[in-house]
Every structure is written in C-alpha cells, then in structure tokens.
C-alpha cells in the first residue's frame, strides 16, 4: 500500500520525531486491434543456429504480442520459409493468411562465439520491404538482440520508441507477513534474468533507475532508521544518500542524471530537498508544517509534482523549480498520491484512494483530462515505459478470511486502459520502476 504507506510513513516518521508508423495508435481510442503479423522460424546453416534462431523467435513473438499491438500468426499455416521470402517474396501467400506483415529473419556464424543476424519486416499488402535490421551478437547475448529487433519493429510499426530492450526494478517478497523478506530486484521487462541485489536482511522499498541506468536510488532500513540508499550497479555496492538529520524516502534522479529529489521528515512535517550528486550540494524545495513527499521531476527538469496535505488532505501539487510558483493539480474526491511525470511530458500517472477502492490514472501537468486507467482492492505505484505508452504497477488481492499475508504482483497496461499484462515474478513483488 504504497500511496498509504507513504502517507503513513510520513506520519509515523513526524510522530516518531515529536515523540512513420505503419498503424496509426491514439491514446483516446478504447481498444486498440493488433496487426496480425507472420515470423516464420529463422533460417540457418545447421540446427544450432537454427535453435538459436528459434529461441530469438519466442523472444520477439512474446515482446510484440506484450505491447498489445501485434497478433503473431500460427507457423502452420504459413506457405513460405524466412529463407523464401528473403529471397523471393511471394505477397499474395501471405495475404491469403491475413499476415499484414512479415518478418523474415537469417542467422549465420561470422567468427568464434559471434554470430549475425539480419532481419526483414515486409508489408505484404503493399508488398513493399519496409525494414532491414542487421545486427551482430555473442552467442550468449541472443535474447539481448531478440529485443533489440522486436524494438525496431515495434518503433517502426508504431512510430513510438521499443521499450523491450530495457530494465525492471522492484521489490521481491519473499517473506511471511510476521517476518516479511523484501529484496531488491532486478529483471529484463519480460521477467527473465533475475537478479537480487539486497539479502533481504533489511526492508527495502521504493526503488528507481538512474536515467542512465547505472545507479539506483532506494529507501531501506539497513541501520533501522529509514535511509536513503545510492547504488552502483556494476559493483553492487551502496552508501546512504545523506546523512541527514531527519529520516530520508521517496527518492527519485533528475532527467538530467545530476540530482536527487527526496523527502526528510523532522519535527512532525516533512519537506522536499534536492541534493546535487557532484557538489553533494542540497537544497531545500518545500518547507511548511504538513507533508510533503513523493516528488517527481519533469522530463525537462524544469518542474515537480509531488503529494502534500498542505490543503487539508493529500492531493497533488505542481511546482516550477525557477520561480517556486505551486499549484494544486488535483481536485476529485478521495486522496492522490506517488505521482510521476511521463518521459513525454504530456501526462502525470497518479494513485488514487477513494470510497476504499485503490485506482490508477493520468491527467495532464494543469490536473485536466483526469482518467482512470485501473481501479481494485488494491493497486498501487505506477511508473512510465520508456516511450510513456505503458504503465506498470502493483496489485494486491484481497486476503482470504484468517490470511495474513496478500499476493502481490506486477502488472502493465496500455494508456487506453486496454491490455493489463502480467510480468511473472517468482515472488510476490511491489514497487516497480522501469529503465530509461
């Protein structure tokens, strides 16, 4: 319960201190009808490439048909190979499958270990060839290219930049509810990879991606008190942020990868201070008696919205970093909170807590065109893919009668509300932040 939590924590935290896109996608539309899209199995010299071939086939089905746009056909059906249709495309077979597209893919051995692939998208009713790709790779880096040409796809069909090449970070729980176990994890979008970055010794919460993507930045309880935390991911090692007088959450990096935003509560309210990653230089942004918390920067660094209860209950607050200039964005009934600005700048993704259902939603940077994207028992922290078509977030069943601990799993869905995706976890999993 994140939104909660925050709020909660916030309070604990003072209390415990006073004492060319070939389909045209809108937003607006309610559903979106997927491009049925033929991949016949990769063409090569023997069967170890040809495996290779196919493992990269499930890959790129598995990540197309992830984005809600793509319906890969059955191979059953189709009348040419990859290696027929490179060489000679025959349009007309394909059209009678209702394949719009085609992705016709070779792979080949260019030295010890590396191999290449090349790739060709084919429009098979203007039978034009709309896309070569052309990439090398070591053997053990297959699936890294099956994203990568699944993202070129993607961006070329959609016009809007692949995500599937990118990063997952999130809380695991592996615990009971008495003692839980919450660890830092990390995964490619689809699931895969898995790797822990904490014990679990301590609880860790709210973690999120350098734009870069070398650090992260997260809250835990390493030395009891809740800390901010800055870690190196090629080391694996991590220092508090700040050594503040207060207690630190709610981190977040600046666009520009120099900064980071974060909370301290102290002497019954908390504040948004901004810390400079090369001087350590920080500056407070907010001051006041009431609660400040969960900022987010704009995708030009200019501004920030965050949840305060400065007007009486927690709703979301816009401020330009320039002029200090803050302005209410919120004003529907219930309470608003972990807000975060798309890449593009265009929406701000929200929770929302009212008449005891938990939603998910956007509404633009001046709080209008506010809609709900999902709403549930509980459901909570969303954050943006990479191109600001997705969201991601977690869920929460409702506890059986005489159960302590709730299920918790990741979830994605499409900006129009259609396509809720599950991304598998071998645990329960919560707070999740997306890779730029």
């Known amino acids: 319960m994140k939104l909660v939590r925050n709020l909660i924590l916030c309070w604990f935290f003072c209390a415990a201190f006073q004492a060319n896109a070939v389909v045209d996608i809108t937003v607006n539309r309610g559903t979106v009808e997927p491009t049925p899209i033929a991949i016949p199995f990769f063409s090569g010299k023997d069967m170890y490439q040809k495996k290779i071939g196919q493992n990269m086939l499930e890959v790129i089905e598995r990540d197309l048909v992830f984005s809600g746009f793509f319906a890969p056909l059955d191979q059953e059906i189709f009348m040419q190979t ?182 301290v509560s102290k002497f019954g309210n908390s504040s948004i201070f ?14 006041g008696y009431h609660i400040d918390t969960s900022p987010s920067y704009s995708p030009d660094g200019a501004k920030i919205v965050f949840e305060s209860d400065r007007g009486g209950y927690q709703q979301l607050y816009v401020m330009d970093l320039k002029t200090n200039e803050t302005k209410r964005i919120s004003f529907g009934k219930g309470l608003f909170g972990t807000p975060v600005w798309s890449p593009k700048g265009n929406l701000i993704a929200f929770t929302r807590i009212a008449n005891g259902q938990f939603a998910i939603g956007v509404m633009r940077p001046n709080g209008d065109g506010m809609r709900i994207i999902v709403e549930d028992f509980h459901v909570e922290a969303p954050d943006w893919s990479p191109n600001g078509r997705r969201l991601i977030y977690f869920r929460e069943t409702r506890p059986k009668r005489g159960q302590l601990k709730r299920d918790s799993k990741l979830y994605t869905i499409d900006l129009t509300g259609y396509d809720e995706q599950l991304v598998p976890t071998y645990d329960n999993a919560s707070d999740p932040a997306w890779s730029l």
């Open 82 to 263: 990859s290696g027929e249709m490179i060489d000679n495309p025959r349009y007309n077979d394909w059209r009678i499958i209702q394949a719009q597209l085609v992705l016709a893919s070779e792979i080949k051995f260019v030295s010890r270990g590396r191999l290449s692939v090349q790739s060709h998208l084919y429009d098979s009713f203007s039978e034009k060839e709309l896309l070569t790709i052309k990439l090398k790779m070591d053997i053990d880096d297959w699936r890294k290219t099956a994203h990568m040409i699944a993202d070129k796809v993607y961006a070329h069909v959609t016009g809007e930049r692949g995500y599937f090449n990118t990063k997952i970070i999130y809380i695991s729980d592996s615990g009971t509810a008495i003692n839980p176990v919450k660890r830092l994890a990390m995964m490619d979008q689809d699931g895969m990879n898995v790797k822990y970055l904490t014990d679990g010794k301590a609880i860790t919460m709210s973690p999120h991606f350098s734009p870069d993507g070398k650090l992260v930045t997260f809250l835990s309880y390493r030395d009891g008190h809740p800390k901010v935390y800055l870690m190196n991911l090629d080391a694996q090692r991590s220092k508090p942020l700040v050594d503040a007088k207060g207690m630190t959450f709610a981190p977040r990096f600046s666009p520009d990868n120099t900064k980071v935003i974060y909370s």
């Open 274 to 287: 901004e810390m400079n990653l090369a001087t350590r230089k920080v500056k407070r942004l907010t001051s």
